[in-house]
């Protein structure tokens, strides 16, 4: 049954967005974004659930027009430590609400992606059915639809198996149009969602005069165990105070995995230390299961003399590279940076000129600058990137304000484009044909994969291979130089492949003549030698009809029909088939036999039925009684019914057919003697 809430819910929501009511998720945990990340110990109680949501949802299996979508919803995030099984457990304050839920595996993706990639769905379950919900070991192996309450149909889903190393997203969807909240639980499953690795400083770097101290972490840390006063740490310098801490990420998630501290004067140049502390707020930092940073956990971080930033060295570039990206060893000023790109220029083998310049910018800094060109550069050698003051009239700075210095110079190497296009030469022969491939090997290419119809390779410049079928052939050769790569493909075909093959008819009778249709086939010009029964010949591509003799009286002869065709390299292949020549083809009813084993007259048949078809032949003794009959003429009656002989003296046969040639119904009646 159509969960007719659904309905109710889409009627609803269409009244509060006419009343001007937004549906757009503002709190932190309603969007996949800022979902609350998970630790398999801890419970979550949510005591209110803000109105929001409707962002349409795909639900595998479920086609039956209900309106799917992430109604009020709060998101939970985690990561498989160990695979094995989920369990979870949602209890909603009021046994009455009907909440539903999905998991998505969102490994390499972005939290978006569960709006759109239909193939990262897990589980589910969207019952009608109010109360608890989630996985139990004998819940359903797939997403119960959308469904009327009375159905009674199971919020249970079997615990679905985790993936270790995947991330995963939970959509906890309420249904029901209140803001009374639930518990969320995860117990009872095999897998382990709990972080086993403590929490530590990572790494910290003091940029610029050391009034701000940028701070990495191993893992994830809760925003609400940050001191903002900085308290959670301390310098070992007489007199210098940590004074402010922030985490840009706490402004739209629960956790980060850096921050910003603010010191209260410059620290002289040198190695320092950073220190973890306890803080005001009565504690040292913690991660998502509440593990915490053990007091004086440390890392020593360098203050260096102010001096100009410079160009540190150039990634090497791709094949045919259109773009070349700086990298510096401090974060640059974006703003900069001329986005024309007039802040350089680039010499080299090949005339380039540099149309846009770009930062990867983050706060507004970046430790690249990537130089968009006018073209590929196709040419090899060694270029240089030449630092000049650009046409916004200044030259590109730090994050101290430094300027780097002007003028500077970064080389770069780039390698030949390549082409893989080869030769080929073939030595034909009749037994096999052997083929040389040749390829010029310029520049620089260092490695030839050939590949000879997906069943054998080669890493030589230059193979030779030998083919003993004429079929035609496909080769494939990738070549490359380290850097720059090619394929060329060909299908090789071979101009001294023939077959001998002809139809003819089967089976003449005298006078008769026999069609040959010539069925060879070759990739070049051929002579043709045809033999008529080793007495006459032709040497006609397509020989006219032909007449065979048969001077034995009632008997078949098989004269064999044999063509020899050649071509220009000397090549040779033969065809024959064989044709049956018939003495005889009026078909006649003996009027006597003498089944009697003397080898003369032993058995009674329609004699000569070459040409029939559709035969049917009977023979009936006195009485009437049907003794023998069959449709295949060469079956003949032995003078025995049911493996007795017969009677000497008279018998009546039948004979109907259909004449190959006439096309005419024949009946036919009469009598036999058996003698014996």
């Given at each position: 049954m159509i969960?007719?809430?659904?309905i109710?819910?889409?009627?609803?929501s269409?009244?509060?967005s006419?009343?001007g009511?937004?549906q757009?998720c503002t709190?932190l945990g309603?969007?996949?974004?800022?979902a609350?990340?998970?630790?398999g110990?801890t419970?979550?109680h949510?005591?209110t659930?803000?109105?929001?949501?409707l962002?349409?949802?795909f639900?595998?299996g479920c086609t039956?027009?209900?309106n799917?979508?992430?109604t009020n919803?709060f998101?939970?995030?985690?990561?498989?430590y160990?695979s094995g099984?989920?369990?979870?457990l949602?209890t909603?304050?009021?046994?009455?609400d009907d909440?539903d839920?999905?998991l998505y595996d969102?490994?390499g993706l972005?939290p978006e992606?569960?709006f759109s990639n239909?193939?990262?769905?897990v589980?589910?379950?969207w019952a009608?059915?109010?109360?608890t919900t989630?996985?139990?070991?004998?819940g359903?192996?797939?997403?119960?639809?959308a469904s009327d309450?009375?159905?009674?149909?199971?919020?249970?889903a079997?615990?679905p198996?985790?993936?270790?190393?995947?991330?995963?997203?939970?959509l906890v969807s309420?249904?029901t149009?209140?803001?009374?909240?639930?518990?969320l639980?995860f117990?009872?499953?095999s897998?382990?969602i709990?972080?086993p690795?403590?929490?530590?400083i990572?790494s910290a770097?003091a940029?610029c005069?050391?009034?701000?101290?940028l701070v990495?972490?191993?893992k994830?840390i809760?925003?609400?165990?940050l001191?903002?006063n900085g308290?959670?740490?301390?310098?070992?310098?007489?007199?210098?105070a940590i004074i402010?801490a922030?985490a840009?990420?706490?402004?739209?998630?629960?956790?980060f995995?850096?921050?910003?501290l603010?010191v209260?004067?410059p620290?002289?140049?040198g190695?320092?230390t950073?220190?973890a502390?306890?803080?005001?707020?009565?504690?040292?930092?913690k991660?998502n299961?509440?593990?915490?940073?053990?007091?004086?956990?440390?890392?020593?971080?360098?203050?260096?003399?102010?001096?100009p930033?410079?160009?540190?060295?150039i990634?090497?570039?791709s094949?045919a590279?259109?773009t070349?990206e700086l990298?510096?060893?401090?974060?640059?000023?974006?703003n900069?940076i001329?986005a024309?790109?007039?802040d350089?220029t680039?010499?080299?083998?090949?005339?380039?000129l540099?149309?846009?310049?770009r930062?990867n910018?983050?706060?507004?800094?970046s430790?690249t600058?990537?130089?968009?060109?006018?073209?590929?550069?196709?040419?090899?050698?060694?270029?240089?990137?030449?630092l000049?003051?650009g046409?916004d009239g200044?030259?590109?700075?730090?994050?101290?304000?430094?300027?780097?210095?002007v003028?500077?110079?970064?080389?770069?190497?780039?390698?030949?484009?390549?082409n893989a296009?080869?030769s080929?030469h073939?030595?034909?022969?009749c037994?096999?044909n052997?083929?040389?491939?040749?390829?010029n090997?310029?520049?620089?290419i260092?490695q030839?994969l050939?590949n000879f119809?997906?069943i054998?390779t080669?890493?030589?410049q230059?193979p030779?291979?030998?083919y003993?079928d004429?079929?035609?052939k496909?080769?494939?050769?990738?070549?490359?130089n380290?850097?720059?790569s090619?394929?060329a493909?060909?299908?090789?075909v071979?101009?001294?492949y023939?077959?001998?093959s002809?139809e003819i008819t089967?089976?003449?009778c005298p006078?008769e003549k026999?069609?040959?249709?010539n069925?060879?086939?070759?990739n070049?010009p051929?002579?043709w030698?045809?033999n008529?029964?080793?007495?006459?010949?032709?040497?006609l591509?397509n020989?006219p009809?032909?007449?065979?003799?048969?001077?034995?009286?009632n008997?078949?002869?098989?004269v064999?029909?044999?063509?020899?065709i050649s071509?220009?390299?000397g090549c040779y292949d033969t065809?024959?088939q064989?044709?049956k020549?018939i003495?005889?083809c009026?078909?006649a009813v003996p009027?006597?036999?003498?089944p009697?084993?003397d080898?003369?007259?032993?058995y009674?048949?329609p004699l000569?039925?070459y040409?029939?078809n559709n035969?049917?032949?009977?023979?009936y003794?006195r009485?009437?009684?049907q003794?023998?009959y069959?449709?295949?003429w060469?079956?003949k009656?032995d003078g025995?019914?049911?493996?007795?002989?017969?009677?000497?003296g008279t018998?009546?046969?039948?004979?109907?057919?259909v004449h190959?040639?006439?096309?005419k119904?024949?009946?036919q009646?009469?009598t036999?003697i058996l003698i014996?």
């Amino acid at each position: 049954m159509i969960r007719a809430k659904h309905i109710f819910f889409l009627i609803l929501s269409l009244f509060f967005s006419s009343l001007g009511f937004t549906q757009v998720c503002t709190t932190l945990g309603q969007t996949p974004a800022s979902a609350f990340p998970v630790c398999g110990t801890t419970n979550f109680h949510q005591q209110t659930v803000p109105i929001c949501g409707l962002t349409p949802l795909f639900v595998p299996g479920c086609t039956d027009g209900a309106n799917y979508m992430d109604t009020n919803p709060f998101w939970y995030k985690f990561t498989c430590y160990q695979s094995g099984t989920l369990g979870f457990l949602i209890t909603p304050n009021d046994p009455n609400d009907d909440y539903d839920w999905q998991l998505y595996d969102i490994t390499g993706l972005p939290p978006e992606a569960v709006f759109s990639n239909h193939n990262i769905i897990v589980t589910g379950n969207w019952a009608g059915t109010y109360g608890t919900t989630g996985t139990a070991a004998g819940g359903l192996n797939y997403i119960h639809c959308a469904s009327d309450p009375a159905a009674g149909a199971s919020t249970f889903a079997a615990m679905p198996n985790l993936v270790q190393g995947h991330q995963y997203l939970l959509l906890v969807s309420h249904f029901t149009q209140t803001q009374s909240g639930y518990s969320l639980s995860f117990n009872g499953g095999s897998a382990i969602i709990t972080d086993p690795k403590l929490p530590l400083i990572k790494s910290a770097v003091a940029p610029c005069d050391g009034t701000k101290i940028l701070v990495t972490f191993n893992k994830d840390i809760k925003c609400n165990t940050l001191a903002a006063n900085g308290s959670d740490f301390r310098l070992n310098i007489p007199g210098a105070a940590i004074i402010a801490a922030n985490a840009a990420k706490c402004s739209s998630s629960f956790d980060f995995d850096s921050l910003e501290l603010t010191v209260n004067m410059p620290l002289p140049p040198g190695t320092h230390t950073l220190y973890a502390k306890i803080g005001t707020d009565n504690n040292t930092l913690k991660d998502n299961c509440d593990h915490e940073i053990n007091v004086d956990d440390s890392v020593q971080f360098t203050v260096y003399p102010l001096y100009p930033t410079p160009m540190d060295s150039i990634v090497p570039v791709s094949c045919a590279p259109q773009t070349v990206e700086l990298v510096f060893r401090k974060r640059m000023m974006c703003n900069s940076i001329a986005a024309d790109g007039s802040d350089f220029t680039i010499t080299g083998p090949s005339p380039i000129l540099i149309t846009g310049a770009r930062g990867n910018c983050e706060n507004g800094l970046s430790f690249t600058i990537t130089l968009t060109l006018d073209k590929p550069i196709q040419k090899g050698g060694v270029y240089t990137v030449h630092l000049k003051n650009g046409s916004d009239g200044n030259p590109i700075l730090d994050e101290c304000a430094q300027a780097t210095l002007v003028p500077s110079s970064l080389n770069f190497i780039v390698k030949d484009t390549v082409n893989a296009d080869f030769s080929y030469h073939t030595n034909f022969g009749c037994a096999k044909n052997q083929v040389a491939f040749f390829h010029n090997g310029q520049n620089g290419i260092t490695q030839w994969l050939w590949n000879f119809d997906n069943i054998q390779t080669s890493t030589l410049q230059n193979p030779v291979k030998d083919y003993y079928d004429f079929n035609p052939k496909n080769v494939k050769l990738i070549v490359t130089n380290g850097v720059c790569s090619d394929t060329a493909e060909i299908n090789l075909v071979f101009n001294n492949y023939m077959k001998a093959s002809f139809e003819i008819t089967s089976l003449v009778c005298p006078g008769e003549k026999a069609i040959i249709k010539n069925q060879s086939v070759s990739n070049s010009p051929l002579s043709w030698n045809w033999n008529f029964n080793y007495s006459s010949s032709s040497t006609l591509q397509n020989p006219p009809p032909q007449i065979f003799t048969n001077n034995f009286p009632n008997t078949v002869i098989e004269v064999p029909v044999t063509l020899v065709i050649s071509n220009a390299y000397g090549c040779y292949d033969t065809a024959t088939q064989y044709i049956k020549v018939i003495n005889n083809c009026f078909i006649a009813v003996p009027a006597a036999f003498t089944p009697n084993g003397d080898g003369l007259n032993d058995y009674f048949y329609p004699l000569n039925a070459y040409k029939a078809n559709n035969l049917q032949f009977a023979v009936y003794n006195r009485l009437g009684q049907q003794i023998f009959y069959t449709t295949d003429w060469t079956q003949k009656w032995d003078g025995r019914f049911k493996g007795n002989e017969q009677d000497p003296g008279t018998y009546v046969w039948t004979l109907r057919y259909v004449h190959a040639d006439t096309k005419k119904l024949v009946e036919q009646k009469g009598t036999v003697i058996l003698i014996r």
